[in-house]
């Protein structure tokens, strides 16, 4: 690094940075300037494939300022295969998929973005070929090679397995109509090929940068999967439901909603639970990490939260513009219509997640209202 130009203490920045990006005390820097030290000389390889995805998570995580992207990938990192940015193309590209594989098993992390769809033997979603050929309106041309087939010869080997995005994590937008293509999540098809391979899904449509990245740098800092929910996810990015650190949380406290989108007012921060906000069933940090370098997030931009972290979306969260159907949140008893806190105590009671959970059709997460 120094013969690139970067000086101590620019490094010992970096470590700082990552601190702050892993939620760490300041205290721990050095450990984590040694274990960055570490991995810049060993870097780590990498596998990134698609399924059934819009390439969103891929860009996301391109838009990365700090850490820069651009160092991340060639320094810190051995991304040997990511078919949104490499240049190879082909069978030298999938050359590189079968040899990490082989030569290196048990070091390298999978990353798969989208959904692993199964139907017609995972047809819908294809790259590279397999040994033989299938006919084609009465010719025969090389077989092509499921995504399925190559979870089943990549997982094995790989350390850690991480879902980039709600579409690889839960089935997302492609599961609303899964009954077409089998779209699987991407935990599932591990659970199929070896139970005891670590998943770690990453929500978000698309997912933050700092979601993936901080997640990769944790387990490469700490040789270990950070802390995860029920579901799989970072404690550490989905920790805290959004509704809780709401910037527009006054309002909704104040039973204060806007009911018209032509009735913004700028003065007036209303509460966007009418306009169909899933932020009191969502949990991510969204409203204190904020997006595009920490510019702004959605409800802060006037546009309610989708739920796009949580398992339920896409296809349990819709219709996106219309509020949950019958909710009633702690300390509320009446209806959506009239909304709104009746107790100052209210607030100190939580969300009620239970009721919430109850009300989606899901199973209530473990450890009370959290």
């Known amino acids: 690094m120094e013969e690139k130009g970067?000086?101590?203490?620019?490094?010992?920045?970096?470590?700082?940075a990552t601190a702050a990006l892993l939620g760490l005390s300041q205290a721990l820097v050095p450990?984590?300037?040694?274990?960055?030290?570490?991995?810049?000389?060993?870097?780590?390889?990498?596998?990134?494939?698609?399924?059934?995805?819009?390439?969103?998570?891929?860009?996301?995580?391109?838009?990365?300022?700090y850490p820069d992207i651009a160092k991340v990938v060639l320094d810190d990192l051995s991304v040997h295969y990511q078919p949104t940015v490499m240049a190879a193309a082909g069978y030298q590209a999938f050359g590189v998929l079968e040899e990490t594989a082989k030569e290196l098993a048990g070091q390298y992390v999978l990353v798969v973005e989208g959904p692993i769809p199964t139907a017609e033997g995972g047809e819908f979603c294809t790259f590279g070929l397999e040994e033989g050929t299938k006919e084609v309106m009465g010719n025969k041309i090389p077989k092509d090679k499921p995504i399925q087939a190559w979870m089943e010869e990549l997982v094995p080997g790989a350390a850690a397995v991480i879902a980039l995005g709600n579409c690889a994590a839960f089935g997302g937008i492609p599961a609303a109509n899964a009954s077409v293509t089998g779209s699987t999540p991407v935990m599932d098809i591990v659970a199929k090929i070896d139970k005891s391979k670590p998943v770690i899904n990453i929500g978000g449509c698309p997912s933050h940068p700092d979601w993936f990245l901080g997640t990769v740098l944790y387990y490469l800092v700490n040789k270990a999967v950070p802390e995860l929910d029920e579901h799989k996810r970072p404690k550490m990015f989905f920790g805290q439901l959004i509704h809780e650190n709401c910037e527009r949380r006054a309002s909704f406290d104040a039973g204060m909603f806007l009911e018209d989108w032509n009735d913004v007012n700028p003065d007036m921060k209303l509460c966007l639970f009418k306009m169909g906000c899933k932020g009191p069933v969502t949990y991510a940090d969204c409203?204190?990490?904020?997006?595009?370098?920490?510019?702004?997030?959605?409800?802060?931009?006037?546009?309610?939260?989708?739920?796009c972290a949580e398992p339920a979306f896409y296809k349990d969260l819709t219709p996106l513009y219309e509020p949950l159907p019958n909710v009633h949140l702690a300390g509320v008893t009446s209806p959506v219509e009239t909304l709104g806190w009746v107790a100052a105590g209210a607030t100190a009671v939580g969300i009620g997640g239970h009721y919430l959970y109850k009300q989606l059709g899901k199973k209530a997460p473990e450890g009370g209202d959290e």
């Open 6 to 16: 970067v000086t101590r203490r620019q490094f010992i920045k970096y470590a700082g």
């Open 31 to 65: 450990e984590i300037a040694r274990a960055l030290e570490e991995m810049a000389a060993g870097k780590p390889p990498v596998l990134w494939i698609q399924g059934q995805n819009c390439s969103g998570c891929s860009v996301s995580t391109l838009n990365s300022n």
């Open 287 to 307: 409203p204190t990490r904020r997006w595009n370098s920490k510019v702004n997030w959605c409800v802060g931009a006037n546009a309610p939260c989708h739920g």
